[in-house]
């Protein structure tokens, strides 16, 4: 970054109770007393502008003074700093939530002894200004690109964690401002927001990259749900990434596990597949290539294209169990589960289908799969003579059909053998 050097001061009290021991983190503390056993609060009842300190960024000298007592101590600004977290100066290089400095060149054991001492004494006051060391020093480490979590439908749902990003990150990127407004406005957080989405995402994930690159802390949320899922951010996280860019996940609410998890049907092997095709024949076609999978099968579907899809289902596996979740954690929630014929017959009744709409099939049974797998008694004959014809040896033949139908080799040698007598007979 290339802005003059931000500065920030924090005021905190002393307490008796400082013991300054410990060798790898020191800490100042919003509350106004300690136990005995705080070895690395070094100050109680801080006093700071939270704001200031969000926008801190890359190395970082801090100077700590009590009276004419000074000392002074260098670290890094840590990208994981989020509103709310406490003051807490690690030596550990690596960003780690819930610490506001990283790669500080001492703990509290190591602070001036004297220093300490004041801070003991009663009604002792701690000065410590923290300020950028460099206009250039920041790096690609020290920007952040987070994925949040929005609510599915139910605004309880948004986490502390999630709210406490949204508060401190940079720029919020949307795939719609005005949603994602009225989510953060019902918390009293006022975020900048930008819109991301289908339509501008290639052409502006480089932009932001390059933001995160000159030390920007960027959140990335989706209308509803986790971004990248069936959503927008794919391209930014690749392109982030790729560029060196930390890239993290504050996890919520999502409609796939919500549903699979509400579905009764087995969760130990399944795939989210997306949205069906919208044409006839290539959504068929997307069914067909599930009909004899054992997993567990996860869409999405729009409200005017259900009843084509569930049609599609009863036709092509009229026995498989389905469930159809709609409006997940809102109000309105309703879980339709049958055959995809008599979920039809539930909607031909009244039942609604409007809003978000998350299909859950069955895998198929092993019979099933089985029977998918089989191949018939003509596609074997043909196989048999098209080895015959081109001279494979009648033994090698009748091995190959012992390996593929389980059957014995001296059954799949008198199987190839008569394939071939009947073909010299013509």
């Known amino acids: 970054m290339t802005t003059t050097p931000k500065s920030t001061v924090i005021r905190c009290k002393g307490h008796p109770n400082v013991k300054a021991s410990h060798a790898k983190t020191l800490e100042l503390t919003r ?18 502008d939270e704001t ?9 000298e801090i100077e700590l003074r009590c009276g004419d007592v000074t000392d002074r101590l260098t670290a890094r600004a840590n990208p994981k700093f989020t509103a709310g977290a406490p003051l807490i100066f690690r030596r550990m290089p690596t960003p780690e939530p819930r610490t506001f400095a990283i790669a500080a060149d001492k703990g509290s054991s190591r602070l001036d002894r004297e220093l300490v001492a004041a801070l003991q004494r009663p009604g002792a006051e701690l000065t410590v200004t923290v300020t950028e060391r460099g206009a250039d020093t920041a790096r690609e480490e020290d920007g952040l690109l987070y994925l949040v979590g929005t609510p599915i439908g139910n605004m309880d749902d948004l986490s502390p964690r999630a709210l406490a990003v949204l508060q401190s990150v940079d720029l919020v990127l949307c795939e719609d401002t005005r949603t994602t407004k009225s989510l953060l406005s019902g918390f009293g ?15 502006r994930a480089p932009e932001f990259v390059r933001r995160l690159a000159d030390g ?3 959140a990335l949320v989706s209308e509803a749900g986790m971004p990248t899922i069936s959503d927008p951010g794919y391209h930014l996280v690749r392109q982030a990434a790729e560029a060196g860019v930390p890239v993290t996940c504050v996890p919520g609410p999502d409609a796939v596990t ?12 399944f795939r989210f597949l997306g949205f069906p095709p919208r044409k006839t024949n290539a959504r068929r076609d997307r069914l067909r290539e599930i009909e004899a999978a054992p997993y567990t099968s996860i869409f999405y579907e729009s409200p005017h294209r259900i009843e084509e899809t569930l049609s599609a289902i009863a036709d092509l596996m009229p026995d498989r169990a389905v469930v159809l979740c709609r409006n997940l954690t809102k109000f309105a929630e309703t879980i339709l589960r049958g055959t995809a014929a008599e979920i039809l017959a539930e909607i031909a009744d009244g039942a609604a289908v409007n809003g978000e709409l998350v299909l859950v099939i069955a895998g198929a049974t092993d019979a099933a799969a089985a029977d998918q797998d089989e191949p018939d008694s003509a596609s074997i004959e043909r196989m048999i003579n ?3 014809a081109s001279g494979v040896p009648t033994k090698a033949i009748g091995n190959a059909l012992a390996d593929a139908l389980g059957i014995s080799k001296r059954d799949g040698f008198e199987r190839a053998l008569a394939a071939k007598k009947a073909r010299d007979d013509v």
Request: hydrophobic share 35%; net charge negative.
């Open 52 to 60: 200031e300190l969000l926008r801190l960024r890359g190395p970082l």
């Open 258 to 269: 919500t549903a699979i998890s509400l579905s009764g049907l087995p969760s130990d092997d």
């Open 216 to 218: 920007a802390r960027i």
């Open 189 to 203: 957080v006022d975020a900048r927001m930008t819109s991301y989405h289908d339509h501008n995402e290639r052409d």
């Open 386 to 388: 098209s080895l015959v």
């Open 31 to 48: 509350d106004p007393s300690i136990t005995a056993a705080g070895t690395c609060i070094i100050g109680v009842d801080a006093q700071y």
